[in-house]
């Protein structure tokens, strides 16, 4: 696609219950980033992929969070036995390597419930 | 620890003034990029700065890269009320693939 794409866009679900976040990179962009931002605030690092591999998960908040990079494209953040303090947009972005450039998608606005 | 301190994080101003944002650290980094956020949105990369003490334009945008690459400010001259967001800066580390962002400021531009 011409973009980055998340889906969902909005998610609402009720405390304790898996969410599964999508993001769709640029075609070609072997780095892929997760970030959370919470209301009006900067960007909170969670994790990046070079390829499939994540050589850097030190942002991820808890062991409740984990990601995946399949094919060196689509990837996916879960968040089990979600909590409140888990509302927030989660960002995805993609660039051609780590070095260059970063796209945002629009975020997938978290709410527990 | 917040890595990089944005200030102010908040800025109303009238239509036509100046202002300028400051993004400071203690830590060195390969390069500063400044984002520009509206609502519902993501992020957009206005600039990319490199070298210390480098000085970027973009119509009434001026950005410059501190000479030891630790600091970075961003001024608007002539404000307008199409220059409201929320502006990020954000420092990258040689080849660790991670951007560290501040806090970000919310720049209102008051007709």
């Known amino acids: 696609g011409a973009g980055v794409s998340q889906s969902p866009s909005n998610k609402v679900t009720e405390k304790g219950k898996d969410v599964e976040l999508r993001c769709d990179p640029i075609s070609g962009h072997t780095a892929l980033y997760w970030y959370r931002q919470s209301l009006g605030q900067g960007l909170e690092f969670l994790i990046y992929?070079?390829?499939?591999?994540?050589?850097?998960k030190s942002g991820l908040p808890s062991d409740r969070f984990s990601a995946e990079r399949t094919g060196g494209s689509v990837s996916t953040l879960t968040i089990q036995r979600t909590q409140q303090e888990d509302s927030a947009v989660y960002l995805c972005a993609s660039s051609l390597d780590m070095n260059t450039e970063a796209f945002f998608g629009q975020g997938t606005r978290l709410t527990v419930v | 620890t917040q890595l990089l301190e944005q200030s102010p994080q908040f800025l109303s101003i009238q239509e036509g003034e100046n202002l300028t944002v400051y993004c400071n650290s203690s830590?060195?980094?390969?390069?500063l990029q400044w984002y520009r956020q509206e609502p519902g949105e993501g992020p957009v990369l206005l600039v990319t700065?490199?070298?210390?003490?480098e000085v970027k334009k973009l119509k009434r945008l001026t950005f410059q890269f501190g000479d030891a690459r630790k600091d970075s400010s961003l001024h608007i001259t002539a404000a307008q009320p199409g220059d409201t967001g929320l502006y990020l800066c954000?420092?990258?580390?040689?080849?660790?693939?991670?951007?560290?962002f501040g806090q970000g400021t919310t720049l209102q531009v008051k007709p």
């Open positions: 700065v490199v070298t210390g003490g």
């Open positions: 992929f070079q390829g499939n591999s994540a050589p850097d």
């Open positions: 954000a420092g990258a580390k040689s080849n660790t693939g991670k951007l560290i």
């Open positions: 830590s060195v980094f390969s390069s």
